[in-house]
């Protein structure tokens, strides 16, 4: 094992001492050609011979030099690095495009992080009423695609839960209000009576729904707001739902 | 010595390849790999060094005297696995005066690979011995 950990180190420093490595790699490959052709010369052969014949029993001197690399060092790790200061020169030769690409990254990373900030504040950071980090979320079968309680299994949690000091319950529906201006179509949310209180938020005006409201029929008015222009108004008149069950 | 000349007694001198493609760009000759049992080039590097330091032409013309010609080394080769053993460990280098005063670089055997060594050889002899019985069967 501590083998293994001292190989891999030691390569990937060799990564960083290339020059030095290749000078002692060429030097000791032609120590041991030159001996071979002394040993060939002592043989006999003439001296063009011997040079010839040590080659020839050595191998190709490149190959056994890049095999030497590749067990000395990362060749991955030495690829990045070569590759990386080609970048680097390359850019460093067109300041131009250097600039443009650089501006460009810059502010696309600051567009996003921006973005980000946002969506984290807005809807990923946790909801904002009091005591949010008690809030659990059941569903059927949790994830993108899971499907919420059906109502009386819904009551039947709300009245037999013991674990949980409030249920409550909400589904998101498209609803038609017919008024006496006319026919208004709102995203709305449609909430159990538990919904205010247990979040524990108050309204500008009016009251909430409460548990008394979980009934068929229309609550008492004046409580029912539209947040159709960006100031609150009430309803003047009590509006018909439809849609709705 | 050339190849040619190591063959002429008729039976074909063993080739003792480079296996190690280890992290590296190349893939192995898969056609090469399987000629001697891996770690064989280990072995004899390790051998070689025993008795004392020495550098790479040494070891190569060591291990070609001591297998009296029946062993091939591709002396290249050599040096690949001199390197890769002493980024394990087994064997240290260092640079001194060869004996014609040229600056080379001296291999030595390290606490390690004298313990390799012993385990390898053992593992070899064991190796060796029951292929001898395999084939002293009938």
């Excluded at chain 1, 005591?131 to 309680?149: E, K, M, N, S």
């Excluded at chain 1, 589904?171 to 979040?199: C, K, N, W």
Aim: with cysteine.
């Amino acid at each position: 094992m501590w083998q293994s950990m001292r190989e891999f180190i030691l390569r990937a420093a060799g990564v960083f001492r290339k020059r030095r490595r290749e000078r002692e790699l060429a030097e000791e490959l032609e120590f041991h050609l030159a001996l071979k052709e002394t040993s060939c010369r002592q043989n006999g052969l003439p001296p063009s011979d011997a040079s010839y014949q040590a080659r020839r029993n050595f191998g190709g001197l490149e190959r056994w030099k890049e095999w030497c690399r590749d067990v000395s060092t990362i060749p991955v790790l030495e690829d990045l690095q070569r590759d990386l200061w080609l970048a680097f020169r390359t850019l460093r030769k067109s300041p131009t495009f250097t600039c443009i690409a650089v501006a460009t990254l810059t502010a696309a990373i600051g567009a996003n992080t921006t973005i980000f900030s946002l969506l984290n504040a807005v809807l990923l950071k946790s909801v904002n009423v009091p005591r949010a980090d008690r809030l659990i979320l059941l569903r059927v079968q949790p994830g993108d695609y899971g499907y919420g309680f059906n109502y009386p299994w819904f009551r039947r949690i709300e009245q037999d839960s013991s674990s949980l000091m409030q249920v409550f319950g909400f589904i998101r529906r498209h609803l038609r209000l017919t008024t006496l201006s006319g026919i208004e179509d709102v995203s709305a949310q449609l909430v159990s009576g538990g919904y205010f209180p247990a979040l524990q938020v108050a309204p500008e005006m009016g009251r909430y729904i409460v548990a008394r409201d979980d009934r068929p029929g229309i609550p008492d008015g004046g409580w029912l707001l539209s947040a159709q222009d960006s100031g609150v108004r009430t309803l003047p008149q009590t509006p018909k739902y439809s849609g709705a069950s | 010595m050339l190849p040619e000349e190591l063959s002429s007694e008729g039976d074909a001198p063993h080739k003792v390849y480079f296996p190690y493609s280890f992290m590296g760009r190349k893939a192995l000759d898969k056609s090469r790999s399987g000629d001697l049992i891996p770690g064989t080039l280990d072995l004899l590097i390790l051998k070689a060094l025993e008795s004392g330091p020495l550098h790479g032409y040494a070891v190569a013309e060591w291990i070609h005297g001591r297998s009296h010609d029946v062993l091939q080394i591709d002396e290249g080769a050599l040096y690949p696995a001199l390197h890769r053993l002493e980024l394990r460990g087994l064997l240290s280098a260092e640079w001194g005066a060869s004996e014609n005063n040229r600056r080379a670089k001296f291999y030595r055997l390290t606490g390690p690979g004298r313990k390799h060594l012993l385990s390898e050889r053992e593992r070899w002899t064991r190796l060796a011995a029951a292929v001898g019985f395999v084939l002293a069967g009938t």
